[in-house]
């Protein structure tokens, strides 16, 4: 346990929040600034959730390294709605964009994307039980592409890109849902990254979206007002009532990460909480890890025990330690520990500690 009776938490979205931030919240609910307005009764037109929002959006640009002439949004919908958003804005009825299917939610949404013009896998990891990521060289993006889209992090399969796919000089689009402000990413390499803030940003019910002056200057007319990207840009994301709550539990969130060392810092942390369980899973052929080395995720790792029969006692027994949210997604099935920003490495040392016994007792 983590106090208060709290889990270890490995779920892998809505995840584990930093307890710092837990209780800004907790503070804020019935009285937010000082304003005698509770955090879930105020108004999204009042000073007060202005100075919120203005907060989340420096944030995110300052730790980030957001260009300045980039759009930064908060929208709602996940990245569930973004699979669509994206390939509407940016393809129009007559346009072709080439994706790298690396997971479940790429095919999401290459899905998506074929209902608005040519969307076409440039690789396919499916056939291999996706263990892994593609290289550089792998595969071409055609001449004709007016950008590519690829998922960073692949929270099904555990796999994730540790470098920056090659897009055959054409803009990338990136959904970062669950490794955004926990790994490396360059937006300036990319012209548009949406990510779904329930994993290392926040709460569910928002998504933070980035563009690029490119992005915003190819949508044509006819999109619907609300899936044009353009209305939220003009509105700074309040066209509409946005989530005022999540929004200010990003900023929160935002904080704790530059409070502790900002990006680099929690690069750091995840390394090392990777490190650690990633050595006790090699360390025996008890454990068989699903990713291929070279591509294996700092953020989702994912294994199966070499005797499956053993899995649910393992799941069972390790509720029972006070390890939640272990089970591997249906599509892989197996064991899936998801290590994000407010993940801390003692959970991670209790989940390592927790195996060796287990082991002890079954192997």
């Not at 890109?161 to 790994?183: E, M, N, Q």
């Not at 990413?185 to 998504?207: C, F, I, M, R």
């Not at 502790?260 to 006790?280: P, T, V």
């Amino acid at each position: 346990m983590t106090g208060a009776g709290r889990v270890h938490n490995f779920g892998a979205g809505p995840a584990v929040l930093p307890l710092e931030v837990v209780s800004e919240v907790a503070e804020a609910l019935p009285n937010l600034s000082g304003s005698g307005f509770g955090l879930l009764e105020v108004s999204h037109r009042s000073g007060t959730f202005q100075n919120v929002i203005d907060s989340a959006e420096e944030r995110v640009r300052r730790v980030l390294s957001v260009p300045d002439d980039y759009h930064v949004l908060f929208l709602q919908g996940g990245a569930s709605t973004q699979f669509y958003m994206t390939a509407l804005n940016l393809l129009g009825n007559e346009g072709k964009a080439d994706f790298l299917i690396t997971g479940g939610w790429s095919q999401k949404a290459i899905k998506e994307a074929g209902r608005v013009g040519d969307a076409e896998a440039a690789w396919d990891g499916s056939d291999d039980g996706f263990v892994s990521v593609p290289s550089n060289g792998d595969y071409a993006i055609r001449d004709e592409a007016g950008y590519m889209h690829y998922t960073s992090n692949n929270t099904l399969f555990g796999t994730q890109f540790h470098h920056l796919p090659d897009s055959g000089g054409k803009p990338r689009v990136v959904d970062a849902s669950s490794d955004i402000c926990g790994t490396p990413l360059d937006v300036s390499s990319h012209d548009l990254v949406y990510a779904g803030a329930q994993k290392n940003l926040g709460p569910s019910g928002v998504t933070l979206v980035i563009l690029s002056p490119w992005a915003v200057s190819k949508i044509g007319e006819g999109v619907p007002t609300m899936l044009d990207y353009r209305t939220h840009v003009s509105k700074g994301s309040m066209f509409n009532t946005p989530n005022t709550f999540g929004i200010f539990v990003l900023d929160r969130v935002m904080a704790w990460v530059e409070r502790n060392g900002g990006l680099e810092g929690a690069i750091e942390r995840n390394r090392k909480k990777a490190s650690l369980l990633y050595e006790e899973l090699d360390r025996t052929p008890f454990w068989a890890p699903h990713a291929n080395t070279d591509s294996r995720s700092v953020m989702n790792v994912t294994w199966r025990l070499a005797n499956h029969d053993l899995e649910p006692a393992f799941l069972e027994e390790a509720a029972a330690s006070g390890l939640g949210g272990l089970k591997g997604h249906r599509s892989v099935g197996g064991i899936r520990a998801s290590m994000y920003n407010g993940c801390p490495i003692e959970s991670v040392e209790a989940l390592v500690s927790f195996m060796r016994r287990f082991e002890a007792r079954h192997g």
